[in-house]
C-alpha cells in the first residue's frame, strides 16, 4: 500500500495566487512527521516545511502553511502568493519514528505558476 | 556550514558496465542516505548508514549494488553490472544532527544523474 499519496500530477496557478498541493498518508505509528520538498528542474532538493505528529498547530514557514488534519490523514501544502520561481516539483514525504528515520516520498506534484 | 557534497554530476554509461558515485555528508553528520530517484517518481531510500554501519539496506538491490562508508565520513555507490532500468538520479542525504528526533531535516546533496545506454 502507498504511505504517501499524490493525486495530482501537475497543478496550474497563477501568479499571486494561492494553491494547495494535496498529500494524504498512511501509517499505524502514532510519531511521525511530514515534510515538503521543492525540487527545481536542476534536481536538488529543498527542504520546506515540516509537521510533527503531536503538532497541535498547523506549521507556517513564510508563503507556506501545511494544512493537517490528522483524522483524515492529510497534509496538504499551502502556498500563498505564487512567484514565477515557485514552478517546480513538490514532493510531500513521511519518516515514522518508530522505525527507521528513512523519508518515504509520494510521486510528486509539479507546479507551473503562469502569468 | 558546507553543504552535501556529491560527484559526478552527471554520467553515462553502457549496461553491463561499472559505475560509482561519491558523497560528502555535512561535517560532523553520522547519518547518511542514498536514494534513488527514477524520473517522474519520487525518491526512494536505497541505504542507510549510522556512521560506519549499515542501518537500512531492505531496498538496496544486493546483486549489484553497493555500498560502502569508511571511517564514517564520505560514502561511495557502486553499481556493477549496470542495467538500462538503474538510469535515475542518485541523492545523497545526511540529517541535521544534534535537534529533537521528531525534527530532522534532511539535507540534500545535488545528486548524480546516471544514464545507462
Known amino acids: 500500500a502507498q504511505k504517501i499519496t499524490q493525486t495530482q500530477p501537475g497543478m496550474f496557478v497563477q501568479e499571486k495566487e494561492a494553491v494547495t498541493l494535496d498529500c494524504t498518508y498512511d501509517?499505524?505509528?502514532?510519531?511521525?512527521?511530514l515534510f515538503w520538498y521543492k525540487q527545481p528542474s536542476s534536481g536538488e532538493m529543498i527542504f520546506l516545511i515540516y509537521q510533527g505528529s503531536y503538532d497541535q498547530q498547523n506549521a507556517t514557514e513564510g508563503r507556506y502553511s501545511l494544512n493537517f488534519q490528522k483524522a483524515r490523514k492529510s497534509a496538504n501544502l499551502v502556498i500563498s502568493a505564487s512567484q514565477l520561481g515557485d514552478s517546480a516539483m513538490y514532493f510531500c514525504?513521511?519518516?515514522?519514528?518508530?522505525?527507521?528515520?528513512?523519508?518515504?516520498f509520494g510521486t510528486g506534484t509539479r507546479l507551473q505558476v503562469t502569468l | 556550514e558546507a553543504g552535501v557534497a556529491q560527484s559526478p554530476r552527471y554520467k553515462i554509461i553502457e549496461k553491463r558496465q561499472s559505475v560509482a558515485f561519491w558523497c560528502n555528508p555535512i561535517s560532523g553528520h553520522a547519518t547518511l542516505y542514498w536514494y534513488q530517484q527514477i524520473l517522474g517518481q519520487g525518491p526512494k531510500l536505497l541505504i542507510q548508514?549510522?556512521?560506519?554501519?549499515?542501518?537500512?539496506d531492505s531496498q538496496l538491490p544486493k546483486d549489484r549494488f553497493s555500498a560502502e562508508r569508511l571511517k564514517g565520513v564520505d560514502s561511495t555507490l557502486k553499481i556493477q553490472p549496470a542495467k538500462l532500468e538503474d538510469s535515475a538520479v542518485y541523492l545523497c542525504?545526511?540529517?541535521?544532527?544534534?535537534?529533537?528526533?521528531?525534527?530532522?531535516?534532511?539535507?540534500f546533496g545535488p545528486g548524480t544523474r546516471l544514464t545507462v545506454l
Open positions: 514525504a513521511m519518516r515514522e519514528f518508530g522505525t527507521a528515520s528513512k523519508l518515504t
Open positions: 548508514f549510522q556512521n560506519n554501519g549499515v542501518v537500512d
Open positions: 542525504a545526511s540529517p541535521t544532527p544534534g535537534l529533537a528526533s521528531s525534527y530532522n531535516e534532511q539535507f
Open positions: 501509517t499505524s505509528d502514532p510519531s511521525y512527521g
